[in-house]
């Protein structure tokens, strides 16, 4: 697989931040050219993916997200979304839809379900006390080939 | 992100406008149950018509609202959620609770 373009962004885990880590990887992703629905199943799935360092991985503490995207050969979109958070102990439980530990908080326990959907791979790799990876990747601008 | 509420016959209605994610949800749910105790409604109708993102944190948001209108004994009403939104909806199977209706 040949990397044909990358960026690398890192930002404080401050919950404004949510929407300009999801617009900045769209941003990226524009070189691809992506049909509207395509980037909105991207920007979703990415919001999704740093909420949770914000709201899990760095809670009641403030550390930094780092967020890598990378552009593959082959028109797809590749984004590395770490944390060096509190991990995550069971990760297939933790990818259950509607497993949340965070109830009343009014968190709906989709998160990973929305990522596992909107996007063609997801794959989350997990340490408790140091953190995690989640990486995701989507073919993009399918309908103008 | 805002909410415009408006009181109109036990109805409470509000216009939700931007996008809705985690950060932003937490002020909108803030407005919504202030009108909510206010004034006890027969109906809240959640208006999407001018939202342009929403994660699952607005699935939350709505779950919320949802429940909260079972105990006062009144329904929900998601109105004119754009495409992108009603995906990650159904997703979630609020569709299958609150009635989504276009106008
Ligand atoms: N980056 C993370 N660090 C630590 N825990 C996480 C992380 N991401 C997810 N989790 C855990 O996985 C659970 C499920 O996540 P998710 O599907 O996004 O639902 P929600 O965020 O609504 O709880 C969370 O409640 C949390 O316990
Ligand atoms: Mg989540």
New binding site residues.
């Given amino acids: 697989m040949k990397i044909v373009n990358e960026m690398k962004i890192s930002f404080k885990s401050k919950s404004e931040n949510e929407g300009f880590a999801r617009t900045a990887v769209c941003a990226f992703a524009a070189f691809l050219d992506p049909g509207i629905e395509e980037i909105a199943d991207l920007r979703t799935a990415v919001s999704?993916a740093v909420?949770?360092?914000i709201?899990?991985?760095y809670r009641g503490t403030e550390g930094i997200i780092e967020i890598t995207a990378r552009i593959l050969n082959d028109n797809e979109i590749y984004i590395r979304i770490k944390?060096k958070?509190?991990?995550?102990p069971d990760v297939k439980r933790?990818?259950e839809p509607l497993?949340?530990?965070?109830p009343c908080e009014e968190?709906?326990?989709?998160?990973?379900?929305v990522m596992e959907s909107f996007m063609d791979k997801l794959t989350v790799k997990?340490t408790v006390g140091k953190g995690?990876v989640?990486t995701m990747r989507k073919k993009l601008g399918a309908i103008n080939e | 992100m805002s909410v415009k509420i408006m009181n109109e016959d036990n109805k409470i209605i509000a216009l939700l406008s931007g996008e809705i994610d985690h950060h932003n949800a937490k002020t909108l749910r803030q407005d919504i149950d202030f009108a909510l105790r206010e004034n006890q409604p027969e109906e809240l109708i959640l208006d999407f018509s001018e939202v342009g993102f929403m994660d699952?944190s607005g699935i939350?948001l709505v779950m919320g609202r949802y429940k909260l209108m079972q105990e006062i004994g009144g329904s929900l009403i998601v109105r004119n959620p754009p495409a992108h939104i009603k995906k990650v909806m159904r997703l979630s199977g609020i569709d299958r609770l609150a009635s989504i209706c276009n106008v």
Wanted: hydrophobic share 35%; glycine share 16%.
């Fill in positions: 999704e909420t949770n360092c709201v899990h991985a944390d958070g509190c991990g995550i933790a990818m497993y949340t530990t965070a968190r709906a326990g989709l998160g990973f379900a997990s995690t989640v | 699952s939350g």
